[in-house]
């Protein structure tokens, strides 16, 4: 420190101690005197610290983490090591956590928390803990273990379910009428196996029904059964409790005895009752009593509300909610007008049935609501009926019993109860005969939607309609049915069939679509000729002729335009083309393109408006590299604005590398384009791995991994979004997770070394060295060459990124370099002594870092496995050539040892004096040391490793520092 | 047999060489650990650097007694807050570079976005730099501070100071390092 420095330093520290600005100013003027340029630095440095401190400089982004609550991430409980918070009540908080032994596996902790202990939390949480206990269901998350934490808390375990709420899964993944009704049975089935248990959950709602995916198909599981109530015996002596007058449950979901003042008597109908509101805000999107209105009320009208006012049902909630209509039903991929006729009738009755204010009118039980369920998804009668007029009598004579005598009532409900007797069977009769009836016009009326679906381009809807189609039975003389329904499936095909090839070329890196033109051309030409429309051999006239009038005609041209756009020079599709859009501007765009003229190309395009874009060709043009970047964002801007609804426009915007630059808003507004895509199109796994991708830089892991989730489900042959959904979860430290995934990619393609590497680090990383060491070796047979530093040339930045490699290929020498020491650790040194031997054929790097390290550690593993430790010792006869292999290395590693000495002998001396120490005293390597051992070796041999030793020996000698510095002070 | 106890324990006597051999495990490893890391966090928060030494330090060193004498540890955070600061400065050259529309088109995986600006961060190293040439002790107290996230008394305990001494030394780097940021951006943005 420079003297002026120093002085700067200690003036600073003295007006700093100053309290008061006048000491510090009388300080200041004197210890500067007439120094202006000193007096200057130091009102600079105490100005920067004011505001420095003030500012937090230097505190973040690295803080030092604050003193750990008494749990939270990275605490241990038993076994248990906590991870992120996932959930917290009122008492509980709850973890997501690693339990380590006996088994590995991540789960969910529920513990109290801290204050919250008194006696009658911990009453209600042992409660739950048993409640959960009793149960063992599929859709029910399972207790694991419990206990106490050091503190006392209890604390148990449960099966971890990664899941999101029921209604968020069926509204983000737009899931039909059907597919909401499929996930509900289920929930009924899990909260009838609680009844038998004798177990009402008592607050059932869709937080506590979440769903998870298991092998890609959804599961619901129901949890949190915090305030369940045992039926038959109390679960534990201090019954739980619910503070006399407070309902306990979450508003909306709860049941009019719940709200009763006194809510002692609640049965498993109540559940049934919450089923019911949950079945109901499934289909409508709101739940009987909305949202809105329990905020407005006060809370004892709201109990009023519960206990008291009919809902409407939900066809007519659906029609009531004006203009929210259009978004529930875009979330249900239904059409507004269809989807009130859908749940008029029997939806209707089965959500009334469980939502009688009455639970003796309620279904019996879980299992009978989801029974109705089903019979209505098989298209049998249901259980529920409309409520009879006698019912309805029966209620207004209770609502107005003082307007009504006894006697009157009762004599109207006996003869209105025995007409409606009557009128069942007849109609049950009259059900049967209409029914072959009802199966051709529902089959009519489910053609004209498919074909209305794919001429509007819906192809979700198409898929629905022609499932319902398909559910029809037919009698024998409906042909002209079946040739249309024939015809719409053809060409829902062909729309599947061109998807697919666009599809298949949007998920390619842009190096490997180059690569894959001419795959795609012939897939193309395929497709077409598949479909009856032979380009290039029939005159272009018929094949347009043939192309007008169809219900497809627009995916068609479409199609043709894509394939255009690969192969310019394809004989008559030009004409073709001409023919189907004749359209002067795309004409010319496409002569420049047959005729190779990229400049007359660009020329036109400048020229272009809005106007002249369809969807498909601004997309296939806003790709196509003779174009310049702003162009081509230009072009497809201009198209976005007058075709807002292209699902492809949305995605090419996606692609567009500009937006690829890592400005946070460019690749959120990329994000934004990606779920604009998928609104369009929530089925395409295309659009979600690029959402994933564009998500890949952001913070948003979770909805990362999310995306790639999606993708595997909607593509599961799709061997990189695998491989990329492994490498985000092993990113994520997700170990156990990321290991399907890997397999499944590594399964559909065996060849990529990224998986295999990423697959070793997994391994490795969760102590597996047998299997990282296997992978790694599977990764490295598929380098050029079997050489790692050709990779690093190789590994390309936009391969990189297109692959999602995880760290560089330094990592394979990294793991490459610790596996021999996990393979040692795990008693395995002829494994790691192979391993050595590969790895260092593989390396030319002579860094001394790796080198060094690898040779020491393979000559370790060469002696212990030579001398026969370790549960894979070699055969004794192999165990020489391991032996003299081991002399090789450490004889190579000393060499390195004394260069490096000799690099710069006052630093590096006792660094080598130490190491040389160590190597003469080393356990590992007694059995190529010990005088009595070598004594044993062939007379050649042996004087190596004497020869050896004695200059490891040398070395110690010439590098003995002439005095060992004393320990600093406060070493032990 | 592990190289970083080896290393360690080796150096257990001897001062100043440490991080050069140290160095590129510990950043190898830091890098990794901070990669998975804020991939992990949610937005908003930061990185806990304290955690990730801590962790690096579990990972590479043995737990054998002898090896975590503290003057081991001493060398061990040493080349760790070095690496940590290599690692950040790094990511930041590149996220700068990105931003400019230089180097590649594509985000590479590694740049995980977590940490500072790049250019305050940018901006504070160079900063740093230069400090570490007027006083390497103070120097190395931020180093050990910020990029290891070490608490004072640890810092201390490292550089062999007193914990006055060391709280002194902070409060006048931080001063001085945060007028030299402070007058960079202004010689930048007029």
Redesign the interface.
Known sequence: ??PE?DRV?SI??AA?AKTSPEERATYLAEACADDDALRQRVD??????D???G?S??T??????AAPPSEGP?TRIGPYKLLQKIGEGGMGVVYMADQEHPVRRRVALKVIKPGMDSAQVVARFEAERQALALMDHPNIARVLDAGTTDSGRPFFVMELVKGVPLTKFCDDDRLTPRGRLELFVPVCQALQHAHQKGIIHRDVKPSNVLVTLYDGKPVPKVIDFGVAKALHQPLTERTMFTAFGTAVGTLEYMSPEQAEVNALDVDTRSDVYSLGVLLYELLTGTTPLTRQRLREAAYAEVLRLIREEEPPRPSTRLTQSGEELPAISARRQTEPARLAKLLRGELDWIVMKALEKDRARRYEAASGLARDVERYLNDEAVEACPPSAGYRLRKFARKNRALLTTATAFALLLAVGVGAVTWQVADRRREREAAATKARQALQSALDEAEAALKADRPADVDTALDQADQRQLDADAHDLRERLASVKKDREMVRRLEKILEQRWSLSAKERTLDASGAKAQYAEAFRGYGLAVGDEPAEAIAEAVRPSRIAGVLIDGLGEWFFLDPKQPGLQTLLDKLDPNPFRSAVREALAADQPDRLRELVAKADGTQWTPGFAAALGLHSALPDPERRRILQTAWDSHPNSFSLALTMSLQ?SG?????ES?KELAGWCRTAIALRPRSAVAYFYLSRAL??????DGRVRALRKVVQLAPEFARAHALLGT?L????DLDDALTPLRKAIELDPGNRTTHSTMAVALARKGDWHGAAESLRRARASLPEGRVDTAITDNN??D???E?????V??IL?TG?RIP?GL??VGRPMEAFRFCQELRGLTTSD???YSD?NSY?AA?AAALASSGQGLDAPPPAERPAVRQQGLKWLTADLAAWRKYAAADPV??D??TH??MN?WLT?P?LTSVRDEAELAKLPGEERAKWQHLWADVKSLRERTRPRE??P?????? | MNEVTRILSDLANGKGHAAERLLPLVYDELRRLAAAQMAREKPGQTLDATALVHEAYLRLVDAKPQAASWDGRAHFFAAAAEAMRRILVENARRKKRLKHGGGRRRVPLEDVAAEAPPDDLLALDEALTQFAEEDPVKARLVQLRFFAGLSIEDAAECLGLSRATAVRHWTYARAWLYEKVRSGEKDENP
């Open positions: 420190m420079s420095a330093e600073f520290a700093l600079a440095l105490l100005r920067a610290s505001e420095a401190s500012a400089f230097l973040t982004p690295h803080t030092p983490a990275g590398p690829f630059f890592a400005s946070r690749a890949w830089g952001s913070k948003d892991q985000a092993v990113s994520k430290g930045p936009d990189s990124y297109e999602g490699f995880l760290d560089g330094p990592q990294l370099s020491i040692m650790q860094d001394f870092v390290t550690n370790c630093k590096k006792q660094i130490k190491t160590h080393d590992d060992l510095l320990p600093p002070a406060g070493v032990k």
